[in-house]
């Protein structure tokens, strides 16, 4: 069984940086892309950031010069940091990956269970 782990939201004052991480775990092959999706009440889920295996990434035009999303293939973890957070970054943040497993060898769609990143003003 393979799975996402997330961890790392919070309660923070606008202006003020978080770390969101999103382990993965199990019988793993090898990962993807991974990427950070956000989700606010009444809104549709949208991308974030996201970071192919060889490091090229891409943003959210509302996030650029604000997050950052890094991995660390050895742990098999993607990282999001977010500085400059504003009221609007409140969402719930999912992490998603496409992973391969090793027994049985085969391709999964990942979602995390979601983290709650709440900012006030």
């Known amino acids: 069984q393979v799975q996402l782990v997330e961890s790392g939201g919070g309660l923070v004052q606008a202006g003020g940086s978080l770390r969101l991480s999103c382990a993965a775990s199990?019988?793993?092959?090898?990962?993807?892309?991974m990427a950070w999706y956000s989700q606010a009440p009444g809104k549709q889920r949208e991308l974030v950031a996201r970071?192919?295996?060889?490091?090229?990434?891409e943003f959210l035009d509302s996030v650029k010069g604000r997050f950052t999303i890094s991995r660390d293939n050895d742990k098999n973890t993607a990282y999001l940091q977010m500085n400059s957070l504003k009221p609007e970054d409140t969402a719930v943040y999912y992490c998603?990956?496409?992973?391969?497993?090793?027994?049985?060898?085969?391709?999964?769609?990942?979602w995390g269970q979601g983290t709650l990143v709440s900012v006030f003003s």
């Open positions: 998603n990956a496409g992973v391969i497993s090793i027994t049985p060898y085969r391709y999964h769609e990942l």
């Open positions: 970071i192919t295996k060889d490091g090229t990434t």
């Open positions: 199990g019988s793993i092959f090898s990962i993807n892309a």
